[in-house]
Nanobody
Framework: QVQLVESGGGLVQAGGSLRLSCAAS????????MDWFRQAPGKEREFVAA????????YYADSVKGRFTIARDNAKNTVYLQMNSLKPEDTAVYYC??????????????????WGQGTQVTVSS
C-alpha cells in the first residue's frame, strides 16, 4: 500500500517562503516521478510541479516558474517543494501525487494513482 504524507503548510505573508515535504512509503520511490498539485477554494485541482525519478528533470506550471523549486531525496523517500515570493493567489491545499507506474512522467491529474492528504498553504496580502 502506497502512502504519501505532506507537511510544511501554514500561513505566510505575501513575499514570504514555505517548504513543503512529502514522505513516501510502500514502493520503490526512486523509480517514480513525483508531482505536486494544488486546489484553491472553488477551483479545480491544478498541476504545480513534477520531478522525474532520477531528479534530472523538473517541470513547472507557468504560474510558479521562477518562484517554486521541486527537489527530491531518494535516500529519504521524500520530495520537497520550495515556494518563494509567495502570492495570495498561491493560497490552496497542496497535494503530492504519484502515477501508478514507474518510469513515466505526467502532469495530468488523471494519471496520478496515489495522493497525499493535502496541506493547507495560506498567503495573506
Amino acid at each position: 500500500q502506497v502512502q504519501l504524507v505532506e507537511s510544511g503548510g501554514g500561513l505566510v505573508q505575501a513575499g514570504g517562503s514555505l517548504r513543503l515535504s512529502c514522505a513516501a512509503s510502500g514502493r520503490t520511490f526512486s523509480s517514480y516521478t513525483m508531482d505536486w498539485f494544488r486546489q484553491a477554494p472553488g477551483k479545480e485541482r491544478e498541476f504545480v510541479a513534477a520531478i522525474r525519478w532520477s531528479g534530472d528533470r523538473t517541470y513547472y506550471a507557468d504560474s510558479v516558474k521562477g518562484r517554486f523549486t521541486i527537489a527530491r531525496d531518494n535516500a529519504k523517500n521524500t520530495v520537497y517543494l520550495q515556494m518563494n515570493s509567495l502570492k495570495p493567489e498561491d493560497t490552496a491545499v497542496y497535494y503530492c501525487a504519484a502515477p501508478g507506474s514507474s518510469y513515466i512522467t505526467s502532469q495530468v491529474m488523471g494519471a496520478m494513482a496515489y495522493w497525499g492528504q493535502g496541506t493547507q498553504v495560506t498567503v495573506s496580502s
